[in-house]
């Protein structure tokens, strides 16, 4: 299996902050490489996919980039609907593995 | 617009089958570019792939519970389904049902709201 580690596990950060998670898998995955945000009790929403690619309707403050086995995803200027818990997810190959998340919360 | 809702019972005893089904309304569960899967969430914890199906009834499982999973898809239905058998308490989770879409990278783009399952006597 390919395993995904996210850092940091958690993260303070305040209204108006660039913040960037990393995401590291433990093989090349090439650019199969993607992103959720998940809140509280809801379903998780797909934010980027392909690395890099961002899915339609997500502001243009989240972005990610990466290949191989290092990836990012970096929020430019947080809003507060933004503090959630975010993951990585490789669909290279099955079994497809998810990162352990990254909680953002507000500092 | 893609809806997909998870349905089945809430409680299961330990060492039954938990069965639930997913319903897909708002497009077709028939065409290529997609196929439907299985995704859990134990309590205060990450996510699971569980496994996966195309509409011809290809399949694929995490191995971690391909002993006791099936699922299964029902295209005239638009439903596909998820059968985990002997559970135990450790299959306590949030089970959420969703699209990959094959041509962003097998994303999964949407997802159903997900359905709390307790293996409990």
């Known amino acids: 299996d390919i395993q995904m580690t996210q850092s940091p596990s958690s993260l303070s950060a305040s209204v108006g902050d660039r913040v960037t998670i990393t995401c590291r898998a433990s093989q090349s995955v090439t650019t199969y490489l993607n992103w959720y945000q998940q809140k509280p009790g809801k379903a998780p929403k797909f934010l980027v996919y392909?690395?890099?690619s961002l899915q339609s309707g997500v502001p243009s403050r989240f972005s990610g980039s990466g290949s191989g086995t290092d990836f990012t995803l970096t929020i430019s200027s947080l809003q507060p609907e933004d503090f959630a818990t975010y993951y990585c997810q490789q669909s290279y190959s099955t079994p497809y593995t998810f990162g352990q998340g990254t909680k953002l919360e507000i500092k | 617009q893609l809806q997909l809702q998870e349905s089945g019972p809430g409680l299961v005893k330990p060492s039954e089958t938990l069965s639930l089904t997913c319903t897909v309304s708002g497009d077709s569960i028939s065409s290529s570019n997609y196929y439907w899967g299985w995704i859990r969430q134990p309590p205060g914890k990450g996510l699971e792939w569980i496994g996966s199906?195309?509409?011809?009834?290809?399949?694929y499982y995490n191995p971690s519970l391909k002993s006791r999973v099936t699922i299964s898809v029902d295209t005239s239905k638009t439903q596909f389904s998820l059968k985990l058998s002997s559970v135990t308490a450790t299959d306590t989770a949030v089970y959420y049902c969703a699209r990959h879409n094959y041509y962003s990278s097998n994303c999964l783009d949407y997802w159903g709201q997900g359905t709390r399952v307790t293996v409990s006597s």
């Open positions: 199906i195309y509409y011809s009834g290809s399949s």
């Open positions: 392909s690395a890099s």
